[in-house]
């Protein structure tokens, strides 16, 4: 039996409480606006409300301009500067901003909702909607909250800390999940929290929205913290295949937000993040196809050697369209402990997807086991079904063999993650589980009596 890994979800991680920009900006407003990402990434809301206002006045009338004013809103909330953030909260409701959710529960406009003018903001936001010639883009209901990896932080703790209301619209904010994360780590004695949200679009969770938060206790941090040292080298682009990738991407996150690819959009190779079924796209996988493989070394080099991790994790996906499936493995399987998460995340991507679509073992276990212990959720759930792939296409024979070193070394992982509840962190763990065990529990309490038997017998 073969298991379905993708179930038309967006994970954020890094990321702000807005949509997607339009593409091409003035060169002016996109410079601006480029600063002021820096600067909300550096969690410094003055500069980043300056910039973002700045950007909006450089801009032509139209969603941009909007666009940026609302961004500058939120810094200057964040910054305590209600008055300045409703002055330019104003000027994007005036320029046509018309999703009433979003502000209503952008956790960035908190401050902002006491106020007197708050409610005819969004009674205008609202009458923006009626006008409006595309809906805005969809907001996701919080269907269940996740504290990973931490002995005395649990879910009713991040739930508080995080401040957030199970069955309730949530809005991304990565400044506000990034203050919380802040302070978990000085409460807790945690060298590592991170937050992410997972989106789901389509099947049975379809509009709902999951936070997780993975966490390393002070004292296991050199078990689940080690790394590859950071690159720090300027390898050049093959004929520009990193930038074209990078192109591909965001056109095909915003096409994905807004609902527009064809429901059989695909790839020709094991491993797809969406597919090309949109006239937008139809011409990156073609080039992929063609120069893909003339240029492997290169890109190898790009993924072990750039200093630049978006540039790694784009070389990561490009190496899918290696001539074979083994080839693709041997390239991308020494970088699972890159040090940058999501260069990480596209790596086990690639590798599972690849093992999925074999019948043939293609890594040791040994390997993949160790991914599983890793810090965040995006690389666990990835391991953790590449485990299933794997474990599916052993002999019977080698399964047994492994099995008692498996169960000792994840057993304790595996449980836990089974009492989690977003479905693609959960669901893979009960398959190892039932795959090791040729038990079918379904839930943790069953699980962990099972393991005490197995760890005591």
């Known amino acids: 039996m073969r298991f379905v890994m993708a179930l038309g979800v967006v994970a954020l991680g890094a990321g702000c409480a807005h949509?997607?920009?339009?593409?091409?900006?003035?060169?002016?407003?996109?410079?601006?606006?480029?600063?002021?990402?820096?600067?909300?990434?550096?969690?410094?809301?003055?500069?980043?409300?300056?910039?973002?206002?700045?950007?909006?006045?450089?801009?032509?009338?139209?969603?941009?301009?909007?666009?940026?004013?609302?961004?500058?809103?939120?810094?200057?909330?964040?910054?305590?500067?209600?008055?300045?953030?409703m002055e330019v909260l104003k000027r994007a409701v005036q320029g046509g901003y018309s999703?009433?959710?979003?502000?209503?529960?952008?956790?960035?406009?908190?401050?902002?909702?006491?106020?007197?003018?708050?409610?005819?903001?969004?009674?205008?936001?609202?009458?923006?909607?009626?006008?409006?010639?595309?809906?805005?883009f969809p907001t996701f209901i919080l269907t269940g909250i996740d504290a990973f990896g931490s002995r005395r932080v649990d879910r009713e703790v991040v739930r508080q800390v995080l401040g957030l209301e199970v069955g309730k619209p949530i809005i991304h904010s990565a400044a506000v999940f990034r203050q919380k994360e802040q302070l978990l780590r000085e409460q807790y004695n945690l060298v590592f929290a991170r937050t992410g949200m997972t989106l789901f679009f389509a099947e049975e969770f379809k509009g709902s929205a999951f936070v997780v938060v993975d966490m390393v206790d002070a004292q296991d941090a050199a078990a689940r913290l080690r790394f590859l040292a950071p690159p720090k080298g300027h390898p050049p682009d093959p004929e520009g295949l990193i930038a074209r990738w990078r192109e591909y991407q965001p056109r095909l996150n915003r096409l994905q937000l807004q609902g527009m690819l064809a429901e059989d959009s695909s790839c020709k190779v094991a491993h797809c993040i969406g597919g090309f079924g949109h006239p937008d796209l139809a011409a990156y996988e073609p080039e992929f196809i063609e120069k893909v493989p003339e240029h492997l070394d290169a890109l190898t080099t790009v993924l072990r050697e750039d200093a630049d991790a978006p540039k790694r994790a784009a070389a990561a996906y490009l190496l899918a369209y290696a001539p074979t499936a083994l080839e693709t493995v041997e390239r991308v399987r020494p970088f699972i402990r890159?040090?940058?998460?999501?260069?990480?995340?596209?790596?086990?991507?690639?590798?599972?997807?690849t093992q999925q679509a074999a019948t043939q073992p293609l890594?040791?276990?040994?390997?993949?086991?160790?991914?599983?212990?890793?810090?965040?959720?995006?690389?666990?759930?990835?391991?953790?079904?590449?485990?299933?792939?794997?474990?599916?296409?052993?002999?019977?024979?080698?399964?047994?063999?492994?099995?008692?070193?498996?169960?000792?070394?994840?057993?304790?992982?595996?449980?836990?993650?089974?009492?989690?509840?977003?479905?693609?962190?959960?669901?893979?763990?009960?398959?190892?589980?039932?795959?090791?065990?040729?038990?079918?529990?379904?839930?943790?309490?069953?699980?962990?009596?099972?393991?005490?038997?197995?760890?005591?017998?």
């Open 99 to 136: 999703d009433a959710v979003h502000l209503e529960y952008n956790p960035e406009l908190a401050a902002l909702r006491p106020l007197p003018e708050w409610s005819g903001i969004v009674a205008k936001a609202r009458a923006n909607l009626e006008q409006a010639s595309e809906p805005p």
């Open 363 to 457: 890594l040791h276990t040994s390997v993949v086991a160790d991914a599983v212990l890793l810090p965040t959720s995006t690389d666990r759930n990835k391991a953790t079904y590449l485990l299933t792939y794997l474990l599916d296409d052993l002999p019977p024979q080698e399964l047994k063999a492994q099995r008692a070193e498996l169960i000792q070394k994840l057993g304790e992982t595996l449980v836990a993650m089974s009492a989690l509840q977003l479905p693609i962190n959960r669901d893979p763990a009960v398959l190892v589980l039932k795959q090791l065990s040729g038990e079918k529990y379904e839930t943790a309490g069953e699980w962990r009596a099972w393991l005490a038997r197995q760890l005591n017998p």
């Open 19 to 85: 949509a997607p920009k339009p593409a091409d900006p003035d060169e002016e407003a996109q410079q601006l606006s480029a600063e002021a990402e820096q600067a909300y990434d550096a969690l410094d809301f003055n500069r980043c409300e300056e910039r973002f206002r700045a950007s909006g006045e450089a801009s032509m009338v139209g969603p941009d301009r909007v666009a940026s004013f609302y961004r500058a809103a939120g810094c200057a909330s964040l910054a305590g500067h209600a008055d300045a953030a």
């Open 338 to 353: 890159d040090p940058d998460e999501q260069v990480r995340n596209n790596v086990l991507r690639v590798l599972t997807a």
